[in-house]
């Protein structure tokens, strides 16, 4: 039986997180081609690659999380970079023409629960955020949000219905924003018309035919991380917590009791 592949790379994190040295990129290199061909291969061909140069499938399934690994991190930064500057546009109320006080479209230090549009829209749903002694504590940080709370900006309307939690719920106008920012254009952000897009995005590039639950999730997790004043977007970082919040709206939204409730979810997306 041929092996899951992608099981072999996540396995292999933990390892190449600890290791400095790479000794199967310097064996894929000792074989002519062989790069291109693990890196184009599906799980078939890999297994008959891995029997044809006789290398064991833990080796070459490293290989291929470490040029996996450098391309995740390569993409998240550059959609960080994408979504950094912009969403300050985005964020200004429709009644009005600008932020107040003004936001720096390229630095962070001021966002988070530093401003009071970038605090409200971050603060958790369970939290009043106009209580002002909420909002003290969670600016000077005596009051931190975990990653298991969710944010008010994921819901549409950015209102969130205590009696159904569902009602809006991932529907954001900044999420939609990201989304068509990130994997289709920055042309398409004010257009519903995807025609009308200058240039060929990400879902398109790399055969994504339609929206779904992974891809919420992670730019759900982008906004969060560029509304907050955090610096670095890592797993390990402990002021957005991203990892944590990632895996727990993951969690969430494949639990078989919500099921219904994200298959309704995803034809709002792919209307």
């Known amino acids: ?11 292999g994190i933990e390892f190449l997180q600890d290791k400095g040295a790479t000794p199967a990129e310097d064996y894929t290199h000792s074989v002519p081609g062989l790069q291109e061909q693990l890196l184009d291969a ?47 546009t985005w964020l200004v109320p429709t009644n009005e023409d600008r932020l107040i006080p003004p936001l720096n479209h390229s630095q962070k230090c001021l966002r988070g629960f530093h401003h009071p549009r970038t605090g409200m829209l971050l603060c958790p749903v369970d939290l009043d955020w106009g209580d002002a002694d909420i909002r003290s504590k969670l600016d000077n940080g005596s009051l931190a949000p975990t990653g298991d709370q969710w944010p008010l900006f994921i819901y549409e309307n950015e209102t969130y219905d205590p009696s159904d939690g569902w009602s809006g719920f991932l529907r954001g106008v900044l ?52 509304l907050s004043s955090a610096s670095t977007f890592a797993r390990s970082d402990e002021v957005s917590d991203s990892g944590r919040f990632y895996d727990n709206l993951m969690e969430f939204l494949l639990q078989p009791d919500e099921q219904e409730e994200v298959a309704e979810l995803l034809v709002w997306w792919n209307r």
């Open 1 to 11: 039986m041929l092996p899951d592949t992608r099981s072999l790379l996540l396995n």
């Open 42 to 88: 599906g799980a078939e061909e890999f297994g008959i690659i891995t029997e044809a140069v006789r290398a064991p499938f833990n080796v070459l399934g490293l290989y291929l999380l470490q040029k996996l690994r450098k391309g995740i991190a390569g993409a998240r930064s550059d959609d960080s970079k994408s979504i950094k500057g912009d969403l300050i």
């Open 175 to 226: 999420l939609v924003k990201a989304y068509k920012q990130i994997f289709l254009s920055p042309s398409s952000v004010e257009h519903t018309d995807r025609s009308k897009s200058s240039r060929i995005g990400n879902a398109r590039l790399h055969g994504m035919k339609c929206v779904n639950v992974p891809s919420i999730a992670y730019i759900a997790t982008q906004v969060r991380f560029t």
